[in-house]
């Protein structure tokens, strides 16, 4: 069989570095990307990109954990090189703070992160409304200059990238071996799945670049995220809306959330409000399936539904999705061998 030809839809956060992940693995293989939007207009571009893991209901811890890990090995490299500052990426230390002491003190990604700890009584002081805290050093992703580095690499590597809305994934089985499923929250439309639902998050992106720590409150609701340039201030998380129109009373409503725990976030300048449709499932969609239609057949991997952790888990899922392309090349080859016998 001839060099395999992949198409990968999608150009967010999954799709771009699955994507390089195909290409890393299947060198032969020729790779295209095919989205209707680029960086700077995905869901991946308003997320704050902090390595805090999301949990999955219906996926395994330890496999969770795996992707978790393999996501910070990866971008930890990239904190430490060169590229550093180019791919947007950074070592951020701070403090998770919560009202009551939660049940599992010790979150299974805790040995991942760098130096996590309980909180001291003199660092709780800092949080007057609350009682308990765990302090860690973890890795931040400045969304857009990271999803331009990933671009800039399949680019250096001979990836074609084009802008192009996909109806149906079959209408690509003429062109493409093998169909790779990246679309987030598109996917509820593309192939029609009702388990994915939309958690629309608003954040503010402000000026205040005094603020070095990060600052989560356990809820997941509010935080403060600092970046190389902008602080990310969230947040929402609202459970079935489409809607992208930033809600001025929910902006009100996070910025005073924020100061109530960094004070001087008052002073922040130049707020820019951002909204998201996290694109959420019960599991990351993480499989292989073959399309057929009259005599035809496509394979297809999907790999979509990271909710709110793409960020988090974006390396080790693309690195599974690479290695079920992997399996459908080997499929593909086997059938093509048997043909000619
Ligand atoms: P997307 O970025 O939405 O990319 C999907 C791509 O598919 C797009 O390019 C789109 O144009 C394309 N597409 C869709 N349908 C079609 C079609 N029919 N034809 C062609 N192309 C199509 N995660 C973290 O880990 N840490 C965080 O701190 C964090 N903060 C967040 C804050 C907010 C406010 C939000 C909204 C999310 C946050 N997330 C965070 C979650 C993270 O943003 C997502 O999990 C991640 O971006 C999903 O990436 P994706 O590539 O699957 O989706």
Same mark, same amino acid.
């Given at each position: ?29 020729? !790779? ?79 040995? !991942? ?117 902008? !602080? ?110």
């Amino acid at each position: 069989m001839a060099a395999p030809k992949v198409a990968v839809v999608g150009a967010g956060v999954v799709g771009l570095s699955t994507a390089l992940c195909i290409v890393e693995t299947c060198p032969s293989c020729s !790779v295209t990307v095919l989205s209707d939007q680029f960086s700077p207009s995905t869901t991946s571009d308003v997320a704050a990109g902090m390595l805090i893991p999301h949990t999955y209901p219906g996926t395994p811890i330890h496999v969770q954990k795996q992707w978790f890990k393999e996501t910070f090995t990866y971008l930890f490299a990239i904190s430490n090189s060169a590229e550093a500052s180019e791919a947007g990426i950074h070592l951020v230390s701070g403090w998770q703070v919560f009202k009551n002491t939660p049940k599992e003190e010790l979150p299974f990604w805790s040995d !991942v992160v760098l130096g996590f700890r309980p909180m001291s009584e003199a660092e709780l002081q800092k949080f007057p409304q609350h009682r308990f805290g765990q302090a860690f050093t973890t890795l931040k992703c400045d969304c857009p200059p990271y999803l331009l580095w990933l671009e800039k690499r399949l680019k250096a590597t001979g990836v074609q990238m084009y802008t192009r809305k996909v109806a149906d994934l079959w209408e690509l089985h003429s062109e493409y071996n093998i169909v790779v499923n990246c679309a987030g929250i598109g996917a509820h439309q593309l192939v029609g799945d009702e388990q994915l639902f939309p958690v629309r998050g608003q954040v503010l992106k402000v000026h205040a670049p005094w603020v070095k720590n990060f600052i989560r409150d356990g809820d997941g609701l509010t935080y403060i995220y600092p970046g190389i340039h902008r !602080v990310t201030l969230g947040g929402t998380r609202e459970k079935e809306s489409w809607s992208l129109s930033p809600d001025p009373g929910t902006t009100k409503d996070i910025f005073d959330r924020c100061c109530s725990l960094e004070p001087s976030l008052q002073g922040a300048q130049d707020i820019k409000v951002k909204v998201g449709l996290r694109p959420s499932r019960w599991s990351v969609r993480l499989q292989r399936e073959v399309l057929s239609q009259g005599g035809f057949k496509l394979p297809v991997v999907h790999n979509y539904g990271h909710g709110a952790g793409g960020f988090s888990v974006h390396r080790g899922t693309a690195k599974e999705a690479a290695r079920l392309v992997g399996e459908c090349i080997a499929a593909l080859q086997g059938s093509s061998s048997r043909a000619k016998l």
